[in-house]
């Protein structure tokens, strides 16, 4: 089964400022239930094309931590398209441990093979994709983040006539897929606000080998590292759900959402702006930064 794009438009919510400025979030993870915001679209073209020329024992292997969004949502995807997963799982540690890791369970019960490989093996992906290729000639590889040119393109359908009016679209960034497909795709007049959550130096040229465009800027917003959750990580969390509804996760979209309201703070964007963010899912991940957390006997997202 293929995946289809939704039939009615993803809600975009408004989040009252008391400013001469526009907020605005687009709730992408409301898209899938399991499959979940831009996770959805950037392995809508890849799975679809790769099905749609009938491959000989379809396979799907993927790459990610113990805590992947993008694990959990190829799981999800090849459940649903009736294909065999396998997740190259970074750390031979948790071989004996996944049962205790809710991505990795939810990962499991969606009938993905898991393989755990060492940091020093995980670090060298492309011998590793070689080797596998090799290994599962009519595999589709799909690499860590999902970010490729088919993923690009997914990107696409986060955009429509409701995101033309707005003056800054903005968007969490961990590979750098989803802020180059907003930045090709977008309006000419738009700027486009990557908020890097992973301190690379290099995501700036990959995003520029995704995207002809210049119009993107990116912001740093790792709040001490990626995967890093800070105190004032899980205040802003928690009173954002509080305030306004909407639950948030701490890697990516809570973080962006956070420096967006420090910007808005320090009259970063002008008087009347409209801004928009995209909520790019991931909230299967509160689970497991809620286990780490509670571990270290700090305070839990609610």
């Given amino acids: ?30 898209i899938h239930p399991q499959i979940s915001g831009n996770k959805y679209w950037k392995l809508f073209y890849n ?14 292997i993927t790459f990610g931590g113990a805590f992947s969004n ?7 995807a090849g459940n649903l398209s009736g294909v065999q997963t396998l997740g190259i799982i970074r750390g031979e540690e948790l071989q004996d441990k996944w049962r205790d890791n809710p991505t990795l369970l939810f990962a499991k019960r969606n009938g993905m093979n898991l393989k755990f490989v060492t940091r020093e093996e995980y670090r060298y992906k492309e011998k590793l994709t070689e080797f596998l290729q090799n290994e599962f ?3 589709l590889i799909i690499p860590e983040g999902g970010t490729n040119e088919q993923a690009v393109a997914g990107i696409k359908m986060m955009l429509n006539n409701q995101t033309k009016d707005f003056d800054y679209l903005c968007t969490a960034v961990g590979t750098g897929g989803t802020v180059a497909g907003i930045a090709k795709f977008c309006e000419e007049n738009q700027k486009v606000i990557g908020f890097k959550v992973v301190d690379d130096t290099s995501l700036e040229n990959k995003i520029a080998e995704l995207t002809s465009t210049q119009n993107f800027n990116l912001i740093d917003s790792c709040f001490g590292g990626y995967g890093k959750i800070k105190d004032e990580n899980i205040r802003f969390i928690n009173d954002f759900k509080e305030k306004y509804g909407i639950p948030l996760e701490p890697v990516y979209t809570g973080k962006m959402m956070q420096k967006v309201f420090e910007l808005i703070d ?15 899912g991931g909230l299967q991940g509160i689970e497991g930064a809620n286990q780490l957390l509670e571990k270290q006997n700090r305070n839990l997202i609610i």
Avoid: G, W
């Fill in 266 to 280: 320090e009259d970063f964007f002008p008087e009347n702006s409209r801004i928009l963010c995209f909520h790019t």
């Fill in 137 to 139: 000639p009519h595999a």
């Fill in 70 to 76: 993008h694990i959990a949502a190829v799981s999800a």
């Fill in 1 to 30: 089964m293929l995946l289809k794009a939704p039939a009615e438009n993803i809600p975009i919510q408004e989040i009252p400022l008391q400013k001469n400025i526009k907020l605005f979030i687009k709730r992408e993870d409301l």
């Fill in 47 to 60: 799975i679809n094309t790769y099905l749609e020329n009938n491959p000989e024992n379809p396979y799907i």
